[in-house]
């Protein structure tokens, strides 16, 4: 794409992450129920029209979903449910908005209306709209929609299963999280959660995931030989890039991973106080814990590592947007998601791709 455009976009974007915390902020210090849920849903709607909207070749990884779309048959064309070994779900989604939307605009309507879901999710879940939607751009749209389409749904998936069982629906949520993997492989993990949810004791927390850290620290963790056994062909170019050396200096969790959890643990720690009661929470919690456990069983290679952290610890957008009226909290959270989009838009040129 050419990068006067890029760049345009990437201003665009900017401009209207910097609205949102100029909103949050406005809607901290001046509480108003009423006008956040408007302006949630306008500045909502302006993220999905983006989505569906935008050029292809924005994104970092737009030219290698272009390669995969080449081979997706519309569905009212070749008649075929099934057009992968895996992914299913996405897959399905894309032929069959194919027979309606020409190009591969199919792939940005699906992540689009997936983004609703995950939306629609954050207002019933919770009470600071604003400021979650603020920590959900760095941590779940730009890493997920935007980028990493199939994960991307498998993650609304995985918001909506958090939702049902944060609304006592346990079975409707279980069925979810168990079947997620048929939308992206990232998502075989969901029915992790469920154990996690049964943790209630502080020290166990602290301890399991202090263990994890320490583990991928000092290279306590299963080794690339015992993970050749459990990963299969979905994740073979990882796993042949780690045979090959190239995670050789990458056991560390990254900075940015290490800021995630330290806000997790300050919110932990301080729950009774600096949290709205919500059910959410626990999920939230038992979610980023799962995360964690699974970047240290992963460790040898990093990609997966960091890929599975990414994706379980999103669910922290949920513990943002629950977050009582406190200076403090507010401001950590704020700094944060500035941080970690600073990252992602200028470091990582994630949306001048």
Same mark, same amino acid.
């Given at each position: ?20 915390? @100029? ?9 108003? &129920? ?37 081979? $997706? ?30 190009? &591969?605009?199919? *792939?940005?309507?699906?992540? @689009? ?37 199939? @994960? ?21 949520? /279980? ?7 048929? $939308? ?10 469920? %154990?996690?949810?049964? $943790? ?6 602290? !301890? ?14 299963? /080794? ?22 190239? !995670? ?5 969790? %990254? *900075? ?6 330290? *806000?997790?643990?300050?919110? !932990? ?18 979610? $980023? ?40 909290? !507010? ?20 949306? *001048?791709?």
């Amino acid at each position: 794409m050419n990068f006067y455009l890029s760049s345009v976009y990437t201003l665009g974007f900017t401009v209207y992450f910097f609205a949102l915390i @100029a909103l949050a902020s406005f809607f901290h210090f001046r509480s108003n &129920p009423l006008q956040e849920n408007k302006v949630f849903w306008i500045a909502g709607f302006i993220l999905v029209l983006f989505t569906a909207l935008r050029p292809i070749g924005l994104a970092p990884d737009d030219l290698a979903y272009l390669e995969i779309y080449s081979n $997706i048959c519309p569905f009212f064309e070749c008649y075929k449910l099934i057009q992968s070994s895996r992914d299913y779900g996405w897959y399905t989604g894309v032929s069959f908005l194919s027979s309606f939307i020409g190009g &591969p605009r199919a *792939m940005l309507m699906l992540s @689009a209306m997936g983004l609703t879901l995950q939306l629609w999710i954050i207002y019933r879940l919770c009470d600071k709209k604003i400021l979650s939607l603020v920590f959900f751009i760095p941590t779940t749209y730009l890493l997920f929609d935007f980028t990493l389409f199939r @994960a991307g749904l498998a993650l609304s998936s995985y918001f909506l299963a958090i939702y049902l069982l944060a609304q006592g629906k346990k079975l409707w949520g /279980s069925s979810l999280l168990s079947t997620n993997f048929l $939308i992206h492989s990232q998502g075989i993990f969901s029915i992790g959660l469920l %154990p996690f949810l049964l $943790i209630k004791n502080k020290r166990i927390f602290f !301890f399991l995931g202090a263990a994890c850290l320490i583990g991928i620290y000092f290279q306590f963790a299963p /080794s690339l030989s015992f993970l050749e056994f459990l990963v299969k062909s979905d994740a073979a170019t990882y796993l042949s890039q780690a045979q090959a050396g190239l !995670f050789t200096h990458d056991h560390r969790f %990254p *900075m940015y991973g290490l800021l995630s959890l330290a *806000m997790t643990v300050l919110v !932990f720690l301080t729950r009774e106080k600096s949290l709205i009661q919500n059910p959410a929470n626990d999920l939230a919690f038992s979610s $980023i814990l799962l995360g964690l456990v699974l970047a240290w069983f992963f460790s040898a290679i990093a990609t997966l590592e960091l890929r599975l952290f990414d994706f379980y610890a999103t669910p922290l957008v949920f513990l943002a947007g629950n977050l009582k009226r406190n200076s403090w909290t !507010f401001f950590v959270t704020i700094v944060l998601a500035l941080t970690l989009f600073l990252r992602l838009v200028f470091l990582h040129r994630f949306i *001048m791709g």
